[in-house]
């Protein structure tokens, strides 16, 4: 039983344009829910996260959105660069943060 | 200062040998876990640690994985009889905890581990 999936595997974008990635929650539980950004033989690197009370959060070019009513959120990237290029990990856990369950990822290829 | 760190980098063994894999945490984290990552997947949760005592080991598969933690700091991933499956690469990461609001964790690289 997945309760965080990302349904597209990769992504391809040209450089100066928006990234877009997508995530689908089923546990209406989740308290929080974050974005982690990994390359090759390295370990996943905090993004941005957003809290269950809010729809929106933005950290320079990246902000996330959450549509709790579709157990939905997305991560943008604006303007995207070539060293965006990684997998992007969707995760979700409860109050504390203490597990996180995360989706299978999306690799995003930005384009120069 | 420095980050997570896990040895070994990468670690091949023999279906049914014993393995272990350390992870060593940021210094002043309270909180470490473990998560398992196998191919075309996203990390999975296995055990969590508060200190020296494992709060919640819900998602070690089996009996064969076992993980410690004596002084609070260092913690060690065991796993028995290793089989073809556990085949993944293991992630270890840190946090603070202060069991009043959200904390980052940390990972660090990860144990690439080959069950041959």
């Known amino acids: 039983d997945q309760q965080v999936k990302q349904n597209s595997p990769s992504l391809s974008v040209q450089e100066g344009r928006i990234s877009i990635l997508n995530c689908d929650y089923t546990?209406?539980?989740?308290?929080?829910f974050l974005w982690y950004k990994k390359y090759p033989a390295e370990g996943p690197t905090f993004l941005i996260s957003i809290s269950s009370i809010k729809d929106k959060n933005e950290d320079g070019r990246f902000t996330v959105f959450l549509n709790k009513s579709a157990k939905h959120l997305s991560l943008h990237i604006v303007p995207s660069q070539p060293g965006d290029s990684a997998v992007y990990f969707c995760?979700?856990?409860?109050?504390?943060?203490?597990?996180?369950?995360f989706g299978a990822g999306t690799i995003l290829r930005v384009k120069s | 200062g420095a980050g997570v760190s896990q040895t070994p980098s990468n670690k091949v063994t023999e279906k049914g040998k014993y393995v272990e894999l350390r992870c060593d945490p940021i210094?002043?984290?309270?909180?470490l876990y473990w998560y398992r990552q196998s191919l075309g997947q996203g990390p999975e949760f296995l055990i969590y640690f508060q200190g020296t005592g494992a709060a919640d080991d819900s998602g070690l598969p089996n009996d064969r994985f076992f993980a410690v933690r004596p002084e609070g700091s260092v913690s060690t991933l065991k796993i028995q009889r290793t089989e073809r499956g556990d085949s993944a690469v293991y992630l270890c990461?840190?946090?603070?905890?202060?069991?009043?609001?959200?904390?980052?964790?940390?990972f660090g690289p990860g144990t690439r581990l080959t069950v041959l």
């Open positions: 990461a840190s946090s603070f905890q202060s069991g009043v609001t959200y904390n980052e964790q940390f």
């Open positions: 546990n209406s539980m989740f308290d929080y």
């Open positions: 210094s002043g984290h309270t909180a």
């Open positions: 995760a979700a856990s409860g109050e504390y943060g203490n597990k996180l369950v």
